[in-house]
């Protein structure tokens, strides 16, 4: 979840002005990700009927509904977008709200799963109860980015982790249909576009040379299934992971939609 | 005593022979091997290796077995401070010191002290077990899930006194990890919790992806974003590759605390050796001179921690033999190799196969002898390992990791994860959270909830029963004095000198 680049303006750890960094960004990317987990909480198929508080775990209940959570964090991103909260330490600032954000969405995810019953704990109990306190502690370390001054987030560097991740996700899904050999080849071929020093030769034999290692060394040592070549249908059994992998991912969004 | 000497003499007798201690030196070799690999883990190299002791007779499979499973620990170890990818739960806490020793041109002392820190742990505890063996079971059975619970809170709150950081960022860190332990199936149920309906995640994210990506691909994608020339991992020249005599001198306190805490720790069934890491540096950082070093390169944090999770480890085996439970992944494929071999555990064991109980015992001393003549050598082949340009070293790493986490499950979804995992890890150091507590948490969360659903059902939704049972009351009265001591803001200025 990156925050966007931050520009730093205002005055440094010395002086007493706040140092802001790019909070329209930083706000309008809060409010997405929170307009997102509430259109996630009409997916959940029991929501939990309101019920006026009488007991301290029904007040929980309610405050810690990841809808009314959603729609808290949206404002706070809106808010935050239009320069009302002073962002003081945006690492900290940030960093406490995607917090709360994930606590949101564990709470979603295990709002269909029974809680307790009498004193047995029910599966959604322990879930629900971390998700519970790592949102408080989220929103405490998001106050603290109100309320201490802080260093500003570093500008994010894409390049590189582009394209080692491209480089692993590359080997996923080449793996089984093209084999250890070709992978382990392009994937370090690939990740090594990560770096700004290139040299083709060398990159390409000390590719060469490590898959020959990691081949001698995991299928010929240590006898790991692994398959080696490409299968004879090696596109085929690719396009199908690309379809089940999408279909997995996107599915249910899908299936939301067409509820909705 | 006398017992003692004679179950000692009887396990030697069974595992001192030549061909034992050839098959011994060999799995700590190949064990070592395949362990320092960055992205194998101690749980896919014992995986790897297993194969290769069926066709040996028990007694030398097993003393081949303790060699590839210290290997592996140490490998591990060797990873975690020479590329900062912890193989292991235990080894996330000596990546710490270690690797920032290591970036000081100091890897050959902190892997030196590392072997002969967990060697002195192993001979320790070896006649420790040998000697109060029976009754300590008696002990590790007072431990209800209740005391457990409390042990393992005490345990978190060891990883928050460590964290360099907020003591609050610390605290969410180890909670995002406890929430990420939920994911996978219900313990009791079977139903899946948290899965979004994918069957890869029914068996919840495994402990390599998470460690693998969070530390392994995040730390590589760090040091990309660095200016080349500045990102070698030697920064400084090498020193010397053997510890120098005040190396010495100041790691055998913590040697010493380690190995106390973690032969304490390790006899209770549970995450034994991670919270005695984990514990082991908190007790370093709190008795030292000057805590301010923990962090950037202190040889105490890795000496106690490797002494209490080597201590830990084989304290682990009395339980596991007597009462039957792997407390991690590693120790369930060691007792699947041992029932292969014979050895059921179970209460039986040390009293109808006593040769084949206590020659293992023997054997892991053995095991950890190995270790140390073979690997002290091999510190130099090491270091010069950190030599390679790191624009080849990270492509070596990258690929070793994404086959280290595929072989795990054969499955592409893992590499997937990790790589998932590697982003998490890029936006943790984007915004100063540290990935160490949060290993913790998600090791300890299916234990810590498994123990607190049984404590409430035996209490009958009694939540007082931890403060009500006096060691639970204990335990969890450490961790709150511990937490204030950390967080109290009147004590902030000493507890800044303490982090810095």
Known sequence: ?260 | MSELLANLALGFGVAFSPMNLLFCAIGALVGTLIGVLPGIGSVATIAMLLPITFGLPPVGALIMLAGIYYGAQYGGSTTSVLVNIPGEATSVVTAIDGHQMAKQGRAGPALSIAAIGSFFAGCVTTVLIAALGPPLVAVALLFGPAEYFSLMVLGLIFAVVLAKGSVLKALAMILMGLLLSQVGSDLETGAGRMTFDLPELADGIGFANIALGVFGFAEIVRNLELPPGSRDILMQKVTNLMPTRQDLIASAAPIVRGTTIGAIIGILPGAGAVIASFAAYAVEKKFSKSPERFGYGAIEGVAGPEAANNAAAQGAFIPLLTLGIPPNAVMALMVGAMTIHGIVPGPQVMTKQPDLFWGMIASMWIGNLMLVIINLPLVGVWVTLLRVPYRLLFPSIVVFCCIGVYSINNSPSDVLIAALFAVIGYWFAKHDFEPAPMLLGFVLGPLMEENLRRAMLIARGDVTVFATRPISAVLLGTSIVMLILSGLPMLRKRREILVE
């Open chain 1, 1 to 260: 979840m990156s925050e966007g680049v931050t520009s730093s303006q205002g005055g440094g750890p010395g002086s007493g002005a706040p140092a802001f960094t790019n909070s329209f960004r930083g706000g309008v990317l809060v409010a997405i990700a929170a307009l997102v987990l509430f259109l996630m909480t009409f997916t959940i198929a029991t929501p939990t009927p309101f019920r006026f508080p009488t007991r301290f775990v029904e007040f929980l209940a309610i405050v810690f509904d990841p809808r009314l959570l959603s729609i808290v964090l949206g404002a706070i991103g809106v808010a935050t977008a239009f320069n009302l909260i002073p962002v003081r330490a945006p690492q900290d600032y940030y960093g406490g709200l995607v917090l709360v954000m994930l606590a949101v969405l564990a709470l979603i995810a295990s709002a269909d799963l029974p809680g307790q019953r009498g004193f047995a704990f029910g599966p959604g109990t322990a879930p629900r109860l971390f998700a519970g306190v790592l949102a408080f502690l989220g929103a405490a370390v998001t106050v603290v980015g109100v309320t201490t001054q802080g260093p500003p987030i570093e500008k994010y560097k894409l390049r590189g982790p582009l394209w080692v991740l491209v480089a692993i996700c590359l080997f996923a899904a080449i793996i089984r249909p093209f084999g250890l050999i070709v992978a382990s080849f392009l994937a370090f071929m690939i990740s090594i576009q990560g770096s700004t020093e290139r040299r083709w030769i060398e990159s390409t034999i000390a590719a060469a040379g490590m898959t020959v290692f990691c081949v001698l060394l995991f299928v010929n040592l240590l006898n790991l299934p692994f398959q080696l070549w490409p299968q004879p249908n090696a596109h085929v059994v690719l396009w199908q992971q690309f379809v089940e992998f999408f279909r997995l991912i996107f599915g249910p969004a899908m299936k939301a939609i067409g509820v909705m």
